[in-house]
């Protein structure tokens, strides 16, 4: 089994900064594209940075410039560094790490989801 633990959220204000960081365990065999993901009440989820098996990183329009995604050299944890913070920056953030693992007796890539960690920019 695969476990993903987020960690970081919290409360801040406009301007300010926090890095969030998720944390793959279990049964990994290897590890490809590593992402990010934000959902706000009454919105659809969508992708904020991603970083691929090579360590090429890309990012939404909404955040270039203040967001960065970086990885781990053991390729477990993925980290995004949030900067300039603003309202509309609210959210739960959600990591999502592509996995190969070992299930049952044989190996299978999916998709990984973390559990989600709120972040709150305000005043």
């Known amino acids: 089994q695969v476990q993903l633990v987020e960690s970081g959220g919290g409360l801040v204000q406009p301007g300010g900064s926090l890095k969030l960081s998720c944390t793959a365990s279990g049964s990994i065999i290897s590890v490809f594209t590593m992402s990010w993901h934000r959902q706000a009440p009454g919105r659809q989820r969508e992708l904020v940075a991603r970083i691929t098996n090579a360590g090429h990183t890309s990012y939404a329009d909404f955040v270039k410039g203040r967001f960065t995604i970086s990885r781990a050299d053991d390729k477990r944890t993925v980290f995004l560094q949030m900067n300039n913070l603003q309202p509309e920056d609210s959210a739960v953030y959600l990591c999502?790490?592509?996995?190969?693992?070992?299930?049952?007796?044989?190996?299978?890539?999916?998709?990984?989801w973390g559990q989600g960690t709120q972040v709150t920019v305000s005043s």
């Open positions: 999502m790490i592509e996995i190969m693992a070992k299930v049952d007796d044989s190996f299978r890539t999916s998709p990984y």
